[in-house]
């Protein structure tokens, strides 16, 4: 998502200025050195950069501070849960990175993700917009029923629908929070508003689904992460589950054989390939990607934002890393 | 505090209605039940109260539903806090019951505070006051720098400024927060909410100082805790410090071999009661509740609510249990 960078290059100037006044604002020895860790390991930005977009598709005064406030909350959110995550996964890397549990602890890495989630609700306090605060609470509630759906089905295998649920849940609810509060704080209606949040939504059920065909298929080198780390970490996802739901009774005992021991990556991609998981996963993407287009048209918008943020839905579907 | 219950029983029903309905606003499953479980391990409702005191002491319309929100929040906050704090300390027990934790495992402890924080967050919006979202930003901010300088300082020997340092940000803070939630939503000037901030600041300090010396001295059956658990988890509280700090150099060295080796409660006591530790703590905690009687006289305030407020800072100093 190169192309946004060049797009909107002082908002993701002046969105890095306030992640940085955010990170370093407080306490120091162990705290400090905590945030500078978490501030190094850079994401793409995608969530904020949604922030920005809707607020410009909505007209919003590209001078004003709030929807760089807001993109800056997103993302300290997203940290806040990645940290959280880490935690419950007990993973020892992130993007080719000690997690901070690794590094300094469970203990560590809950406080600091604790004070990511106030900071986060401070910066979207500094819109004096009390809707976006909701936003940002109700993302929360919502997330950590997906991340209860999750533990609560771990070690059964789920079906399409349990994925799409937590799907929905743990990713895609964050993206339609970035959309929807790029639209409150670009002043536009109620309706606009739930149009952004749908955009967001069908979006971001579409970007996990492309992700996660990537385990089986992706650049590496670019990727960043080893193809087949999902499934070596036990990860149901998409791909797999197709299979498992296509597959014949015999392919589907075999298969489950493999993913009891060792889950060689070879072998299951092999069967996957056999009943077109990936083929199918992605036709799934490009469901929702639609779904996307069709929500974007329905928030009314047609200005250079709104034609990035159809860029941006358009681009998952050719994601190689 | 038995009195509170009596002084404003319409406050506690209300109250009690609105916590029933955030325990059970979310989710299904495990997290019901998790839900239930945390609900039915019922605190004091300290914090509530002073929040529905310090907004009846500023003239709040008893019949609003703004103090009971906020009294909620403060309460879901709380526990929040508490179920983070035994991830990080691996507590198996609390008030005599098995830890979220200890039954459900860290994960599940993690993800239903974040549920609770993001619920009491919610609640404080229904007031559709961001100055009381900001209240409680803040207080997770300092919480969780009072959590990471404890993390920090593990392993070491705390003064008595580190002491109080924790215990303000870990304890007081939180009653701050409730004191000024409360004269937020009666309509208080600015001065008179810091007025209010600064007594529930000075009152939490000297409630833990209190709470501290409990561990010695307490009648364990009223309690709910065992004489002594303090100690025998490691924790540094100031009965012990002083002690160590007023000891000549022969009987420090002897205290520190005992705590080294298995803190036996009544050596410890011993010496404790020989170095005054318990009396010094409760001068302590008597100015401090000083300190709140003269931010509460600060903030103006003269009805029943005002004389409540005054009573509960008085009662810290005689509490047995």
Redesign the interface.
């Known amino acids: 998502m190169d192309f946004l960078y060049d797009a909107i290059p002082e908002d993701f100037k002046r969105l890095e200025t306030t992640l940085d006044h955010a990170y370093h604002g407080?306490?120091g020895?162990?705290?400090r050195e905590v945030a500078e860790f978490v501030a190094e390991s850079r994401g793409k930005r995608l969530r904020p950069a949604i922030v920005c977009l809707a607020a410009r598709a909505t007209g919003i005064d590209p001078a004003s501070s709030h929807h760089i406030a807001l993109g800056a909350a997103i993302e300290l959110f997203h940290v806040a849960t990645l940290l959280?995550d880490d935690?419950?996964d007990k993973a020892p890397t992130r993007r080719g990175r000690d997690t901070v549990n690794a590094r300094w602890?469970?203990?560590?890495a809950?406080?600091?993700a604790?004070?990511l989630?106030?900071?986060s609700?401070?910066l979207a306090?500094s819109t004096?917009n009390?809707a976006t605060?909701?936003v940002?609470?109700?993302a929360?509630?919502q997330?950590?029923?997906g991340?209860?759906?999750q533990?609560?089905r771990r070690g059964q295998w789920l079906t399409e629908q349990d994925y799409l649920d937590i799907v929905t849940k743990k990713t895609a609810v964050l993206f339609s929070a970035a959309a929807s509060l790029g639209a409150l704080v670009g002043g536009a209606t109620p309706t606009r508003v739930a149009a952004f949040a749908r955009y967001g939504l069908e979006f971001g059920i579409a970007f996990q689904i492309t992700d996660d065909t990537l385990d089986y298929e992706a650049q590496t080198d670019r990727w960043g992460k080893r193809v087949g780390s999902d499934l070596a970490e036990g990860k149901q996802t998409l791909p797999l589950l197709r299979t498992l739901a296509a597959a014949s009774e015999e392919d589907r005992k075999a298969l489950l054989k493999v993913l009891d021991n060792g889950r060689d990556f070879a072998t299951v991609h092999g069967y996957v390939q056999r009943y077109a998981g990936i083929a199918y996963s992605l036709d799934r993407a490009g469901d929702y990607c639609r779904g996307a287009l069709s929500a974007l048209e329905d928030t009314g918008a047609s200005n250079e934002a709104a034609d990035l943020l159809r860029q941006v839905a358009g681009q998952v579907l050719v994601r190689t890393h």
Chains 1, 2 share one sequence.
């Open positions: 407080g306490g020895g162990l705290m959280h935690v419950i602890g469970d203990d560590v809950i406080l600091y604790d004070y989630y106030a900071t609700f401070d306090l004096l009390p605060l909701r940002l609470t109700r929360t509630q997330m950590t029923e991340e209860f759906l533990v609560e």
